[in-house]
């Protein structure tokens, strides 16, 4: 049972344009919501993050939107750069129990940015 | 660089054999996080450990066993290997735990382990 889903394999855009990444769950007792970066030969690097009490996470180039309703996350990078072609993971976690701040991984989409 | 170092970074061992995987956190982290990435899996929560204590098992088999030490490196113990172990294990730390406020993980480069 995936409780994240990231629906897209891959996603190619050009140098310049929006990068969207798409990311579902399923567990309503998910809380917070994380975005990584992974290149090859590297472990995953944090990028952004959301509460589930916010639906707007804004850093630099890259958003984070939350709409619970539909329980859907995105992560929206603009402009993209060839830089940002890598792996990303949409992970959410949940704090019910009061314990444990594991991680529950999607698996993940394909950036390609194009010059 | 997170900070998270892991060792070794590749290791190929036999089926049947037993491998220790050694994780050391960043400075001031107190929790250790470890997870298992196959090939036609996304990553896989194993265990957690707070300042030396077991705080939640995950999808982790009775043939892998950890721990976190006093000075808060941790160790993933797998023994009696199958062709299916192979795969990638990280390390994630963070500074607390539930009730300090979200704490964001932060990842070591993994340990690649190919059993044959």
């Known amino acids: 049972d995936q409780q994240v889903k990231q629906n897209s394999p891959s996603l190619s855009v050009q140098e310049g344009r929006i990068s969207i990444l798409n990311c579902d769950y399923t567990n309503s007792m998910f809380d917070y919501f994380l975005w990584y970066k992974k290149y090859p030969a590297e472990g995953p690097t944090f990028l952004i993050s959301?509460?589930?009490?916010?639906d707007k996470n804004e850093d630099g180039r890259f958003t984070v939107f939350l709409n619970k309703s539909a329980k859907h996350l995105s992560l929206h990078i603009v402009p993209s750069q060839p830089g940002d072609s890598a792996v990303y993971f949409c992970a959410a976690s949940s704090n019910s129990g009061g314990s444990n701040y594991k991680l529950t991984f999607g698996k993940g989409t394909l950036l390609t940015v194009n010059p | 660089d997170s900070g998270v170092t892991q060792t070794p970074k590749h290791l190929i061992t036999a089926t049947g054999q037993r491998v220790t995987l050694r994780c050391s956190p960043r400075s001031g982290d107190l929790s250790v996080y470890w997870y298992q990435q196959s090939l036609d899996q996304g990553l896989q929560f194993l265990i957690h450990y707070y300042n030396g204590e077991e705080r939640a098992k995950g999808n982790i088999l009775e043939r892998f066993s950890a721990q976190q030490f006093p000075d808060l490196h941790s160790e993933l113990n797998l023994s009696s290997l199958e062709l299916g172990d192979s795969a990638l294990y990280f390390c994630?730390?963070?500074?607390?735990?539930?009730?300090?406020?979200?704490?964001?993980?932060?990842f070591g480069p993994g340990t690649r382990l190919t059993v044959l």
């Open positions: 959301i509460s589930s009490i916010k």
């Open positions: 994630a730390s963070s500074v607390g735990l539930a009730g300090s406020g979200y704490n964001e993980q932060f």
